[in-house]
């Protein structure tokens, strides 16, 4: 078995773990509001954290070319109440439209 494969093993069983935590640990108890309102934010943020290092990450370095504008648009028709697949396609007629300028 290649490391790769062992990687996706162990994080997916880490994954599976984490998530089993919170119904084993807490049973029918409700959180404390305050950690409520922390663990409705790790979704958000965590994706927030994925769509930024995949717009600007490079090769150990930050890069920055036409995925911004792209990234930008998007935000801009979420904002503006798009469904997510027009947002991913003005996402992507922006990246694309920039690199044929550029």
């Not at 494969?5 to 994954?15: E, M, R, S, Y």
């Not at 790790?42 to 920055?64: H, K, N, S, W």
């Not at 028709?77 to 996402?91: E, K, N, Q």
Request: net charge positive; hydrophobic share 65%.
């Amino acid at each position: 078995m290649s490391d790769a494969w062992i990687v996706v093993l162990v994080v997916g069983a880490f994954t599976w773990a984490f998530k089993a935590a919170g119904p084993v640990f807490l049973g029918r108890r409700r959180l404390p509001a305050k950690a409520a309102s922390v663990v409705a934010l790790v979704a958000p943020v965590m994706l927030t954290a994925l769509v930024v290092t995949q717009a600007v990450g490079g090769d150990e370095e930050i890069v920055l070319d036409a995925r911004i504008p792209g990234v930008a648009a998007a935000g801009v028709a979420i904002s503006r109440g798009a469904p997510i697949v027009v947002v991913m396609l003005v996402a992507a007629l922006v990246t694309a439209l920039v690199r044929l300028v550029v």
